[in-house]
């Protein structure tokens, strides 16, 4: 059975989602989470890494709502989601990262701006901040993502880190 805490901690991520703070996740959600991160860059919407982010966005939106939204209304309601994602986490927690994949992918491509496949750690913050974090939070966040501290993050420690986020307590 699955705690009350553990169910409070994965309620908490909702917020980090509901983009708009309406009160549910839905496929604008996602859409402004890549546009504010394409803004952050310069990146232009109709540019490759602009696109690649975008379809990364709608996969994102489409795996999540195919585990969390129950009444297919194209909207995950707080309840919708504590339950899809309790449910997914159980099962395997690194399977429910891989629907965020793509959009981390294309994302860290965005913020990529030397083009070694990886992120430095204010090239990360950036990203952080862009999706809704406060620049305290965000460098902490950034720091924390280099798990082998070389100073720069790839997808293999982004990936781990959003299973993580949503089993670890905080």
Do not use: C
């Amino acid at each position: 059975m699955v705690s009350t805490e553990y169910e409070r901690r994965i309620a908490a991520r909702f917020a980090g989602f509901d983009q708009d703070g309406n009160g549910y996740i839905d496929r604008e959600d996602f859409n402004a989470a890549a546009k504010a991160v394409l803004a952050e860059f310069g990146t232009a919407a109709r540019s490759d890494k602009g696109q690649a982010l975008y379809i990364g966005a709608e996969g994102f939106w489409q795996g999540m709502a195919g585990i969390a939204d129950r009444d297919g209304d194209q909207r995950i309601t707080r309840e919708e989601f504590v339950s899809g994602a309790v449910k997914r986490l159980r099962d395997n927690p690194e399977r429910f990262a891989e629907i965020a994949r793509p959009f981390l992918h294309a994302a860290l491509a965005v913020a990529d701006t030397d083009g070694d496949g990886t992120a430095t750690l204010d090239e990360t913050r950036r990203v952080i901040t862009a999706l809704g974090a406060d620049e305290d939070t965000a460098a902490e966040a950034a720091a924390a993502l280099d798990a082998d501290t070389d100073g720069r993050i790839g997808e293999t420690e982004v990936v781990a880190a959003f299973a993580r986020y949503f089993t670890v307590p905080e």
